[in-house]
């Protein structure tokens, strides 16, 4: 349900330029308004805040403790303005998922741009009635003794997952540790691991 | 199909509340699997990016609100709702909001449409009689919703509560699996703008916000899994003291 593959017929495109030549009339948007959101996520590569943010927690417990406490002076210390974040620690006990079923609320300044199974109506519904069923269909088999927790980000409060430091990547150094952390484990639904 | 104002009868078919709309997904049934695309790039075409860079811009020099742009969503039929992509229906909230706020008629938004579509590879900048803004916000685009508090909240963390069982026109942000729920605040997350109110140019009324749990068994009964919880942000005025333990 609901479309996977965006509509690029010339009716949206059309009405998309419509709005958009009003709005650059208004002093809405300014002319370079789209190139630098194109800009922001297609060009600016590197690593992804988020990752950045969790392997200097796994190295470091004085910034572990600051990112799941103040995660605004967490994510200072790497260079980002970012008040609303919250930062959730998974455990052998505590598995947790993040989701918005009333729109698509995303942590984006930490994880890019949510993917568009993440904007769906199938993980929308689900994630908060059945996350065990939706982790299984990522792979992700979460044991009976451990708690998922689902946080359904009903306000402007964001939601990152810290995951749990792959076993065989103790002596690995922060930089080696971003490459491996996944979007998808900072969302809830992947764990890291250590080879990738 | 995506309907613009104008185009063809308004694309919300004049529906001026929410009234538990199909926005509201959490806990239904029949959508099947959760599809993933693989290598998914970051727009699937520039409209894509036109349209966040649309939403941004319009929150950052205060054409509308974020919640009356989540309502503008809102007020979409359901049945155009659930055939819309993601982008689409941003589109269809701008389109709504600039003609309910004054910066666009039907009538022209229509005749620009129509333009566009006989003169395919036209920039957008080509109608435009001016471009008054000379580039764009360098802003990270974050509008803050915190606010001071007034007064100490009235709930702190173990606290049991019960979620009012209402069911607004409104925009709300309680959803529905969430009411008349037995809950436990987990935390006070301080004081945010209420986005029933704001929504509709009724003001700010910022309220105490609690991050409130509830065990799966009181929202999802004999269907639950075992073993899980659910997190939500909730406005005071959403919640009641409750009697005894939480279930």
């Given at each position: 349900m609901g479309k996977i593959h965006p509509n690029v017929d010339k009716y949206v495109v059309s009405r998309a330029r419509a709005l958009e030549s009003i709005l650059l009339e208004k002093g809405i948007l300014a002319p370079d308004s789209v190139d630098r959101i194109v800009k922001q996520y297609?060009?600016?590569?590197?690593?992804?805040y988020g990752a950045r943010a969790v392997a200097r927690a796994w190295v470091n417990p004085t910034y572990k403790q600051k990112l799941l406490t103040n995660s605004t002076a967490a994510l200072a210390e790497l260079g980002l303005k970012y008040e609303m974040l919250v930062v959730v620690e998974n455990t052998a006990q505590v598995h947790n998922l993040v989701v918005c079923?009333?729109?698509?609320?995303?942590?984006w300044p930490v994880l890019g741009l949510p993917p568009t199974w993440y904007k769906s109506p199938p993980y929308r519904s689900r994630a908060v009635s059945e996350p065990r069923a939706v982790l299984k269909e990522f792979g992700l088999e979460i044991s009976e003794s451990c708690e998922v927790r689902v946080w359904d980000?009903?306000?402007?409060m964001r939601y990152m997952v810290l995951p749990i430091r792959p076993p065989g990547a103790e002596a690995l150094p922060e930089d080696r540790l971003v490459k491996l952390i996944t979007r998808d484990a900072l969302i809830g639904v992947a764990t890291v691991h250590a080879a990738q | 199909m995506l309907k613009l104002p104008g185009a063809s009868g308004p694309g919300n078919n004049g529906r001026i509340g929410a009234i538990d709309g199909i926005h509201d997904l959490g806990g239904m049934h029949g959508f099947g699997p959760v599809n993933r695309e693989q290598d998914?790039?970051?727009?699937?075409?520039e409209w894509e990016a036109a349209a966040r860079a649309m939403v941004r811009e319009s929150l950052l020099q205060g054409l509308f609100n974020l919640d009356e742009f989540r309502h503008a969503i809102e007020r979409m039929a359901p049945d155009k709702y659930l055939a819309a992509t993601y982008y689409e229906r941003w589109l269809q909230a701008v389109a709504t909001l600039a003609v309910e706020k004054g910066a666009a008629t039907p009538e022209e938004l229509a005749r620009r449409a129509r333009y566009f579509e006989a003169h395919e590879g036209a920039d957008a900048i080509s109608l435009a009689k001016s471009t008054p803004r000379p580039s764009a916000s360098a802003d990270t685009g974050q509008v803050s919703v915190v606010r001071p508090a007034t007064a100490p909240p009235k709930f702190k963390a173990g606290d049991p509560i019960v979620t009012r069982d209402v069911h607004p026109k409104r925009h709300t942000r309680l959803p529905r699996y969430a009411r008349g729920k037995r809950g436990v605040v987990d935390r006070f997350r301080g004081v945010h703008v209420f986005p029933d109110t704001n929504a509709h140019g009724l003001g700010e009324n910022p309220q105490p916000l609690y991050s409130v749990r509830f065990d799966a068994s009181e929202l999802w009964g004999e269907s639950a899994e075992g073993r899980q919880a659910v997190y939500l942000d909730l406005w005071e005025s959403y919640l009641e003291a409750a009697q005894g333990k939480a279930a």
């Open positions: 297609e060009s600016d590569t590197g690593p992804m079923t009333l729109c698509s609320c995303y942590p980000s009903s306000a402007e | 998914e790039p970051a727009f699937h075409a």
